[in-house]
């Protein structure tokens, strides 16, 4: 099945970079990202994000985006902390999300540490969802040896 759902992913992939609405492919996304390896998720993790920055108001992008974090490696974790940045965008995401997203602040890569604070970033901009956690967190990302991480965490620490 990795065959298939490679293929199936590639091409849902190639419309959601022409803009096309492919909310039809969520059910089938969601039934990959329980039963297919690293490869697959990684793959169905950026078409859920890329739904969500197409601005894709269906909730079951979030819901599924959720679903995967537990379990999720690096490269699924940034798409996962993408996509629920972009959620935050289109006025959908909960402090489920951001708990979440406060854990991945606490990756050892960098990019993943990074997207989670631009993230966390939207939810305090776009959704007004905060708590002292996150703000605590962002603080600490400011001394991150990443510059990238700071300025991320700068942005979800500044005013827009």
């Not at 996304?29 to 108001?57: D, P, R, Y």
């Not at 997207?115 to 991150?144: F, K, M, N, Q």
């Amino acid at each position: 099945m990795t065959e298939e759902s490679i293929e199936f992913l590639a091409a849902v992939e190639a419309d959601l970079r022409a803009n096309k609405d492919r909310t039809d492919a969520l059910d089938e996304i969601f039934q990959i990202s329980f039963t297919e390896g690293a490869e697959v998720l990684e793959k169905a993790s950026w078409c859920l994000a890329k739904m969500a920055q197409n601005k894709c108001h269906d909730m079951r992008v979030y819901d599924i985006l959720i679903s995967m974090y537990p379990d999720a490696d690096d490269s699924v974790a940034e798409n996962i902390a993408w996509g629920l940045g972009e959620m935050a965008g289109s006025g959908i995401g909960t402090y489920d999300a951001l708990n979440a997203l406060k854990k991945l602040t606490c990756s050892d890569v960098s990019t993943v540490r990074s997207t989670a604070a631009w993230a966390i970033g939207r939810y305090h901009h776009r959704l007004c969802l905060s708590d002292p956690e996150s703000v605590e967190c962002l603080g600490s990302l400011l001394e991150d040896c990443s510059e990238l991480v700071r300025r991320s965490a700068r942005f979800a620490i500044d005013d827009e």
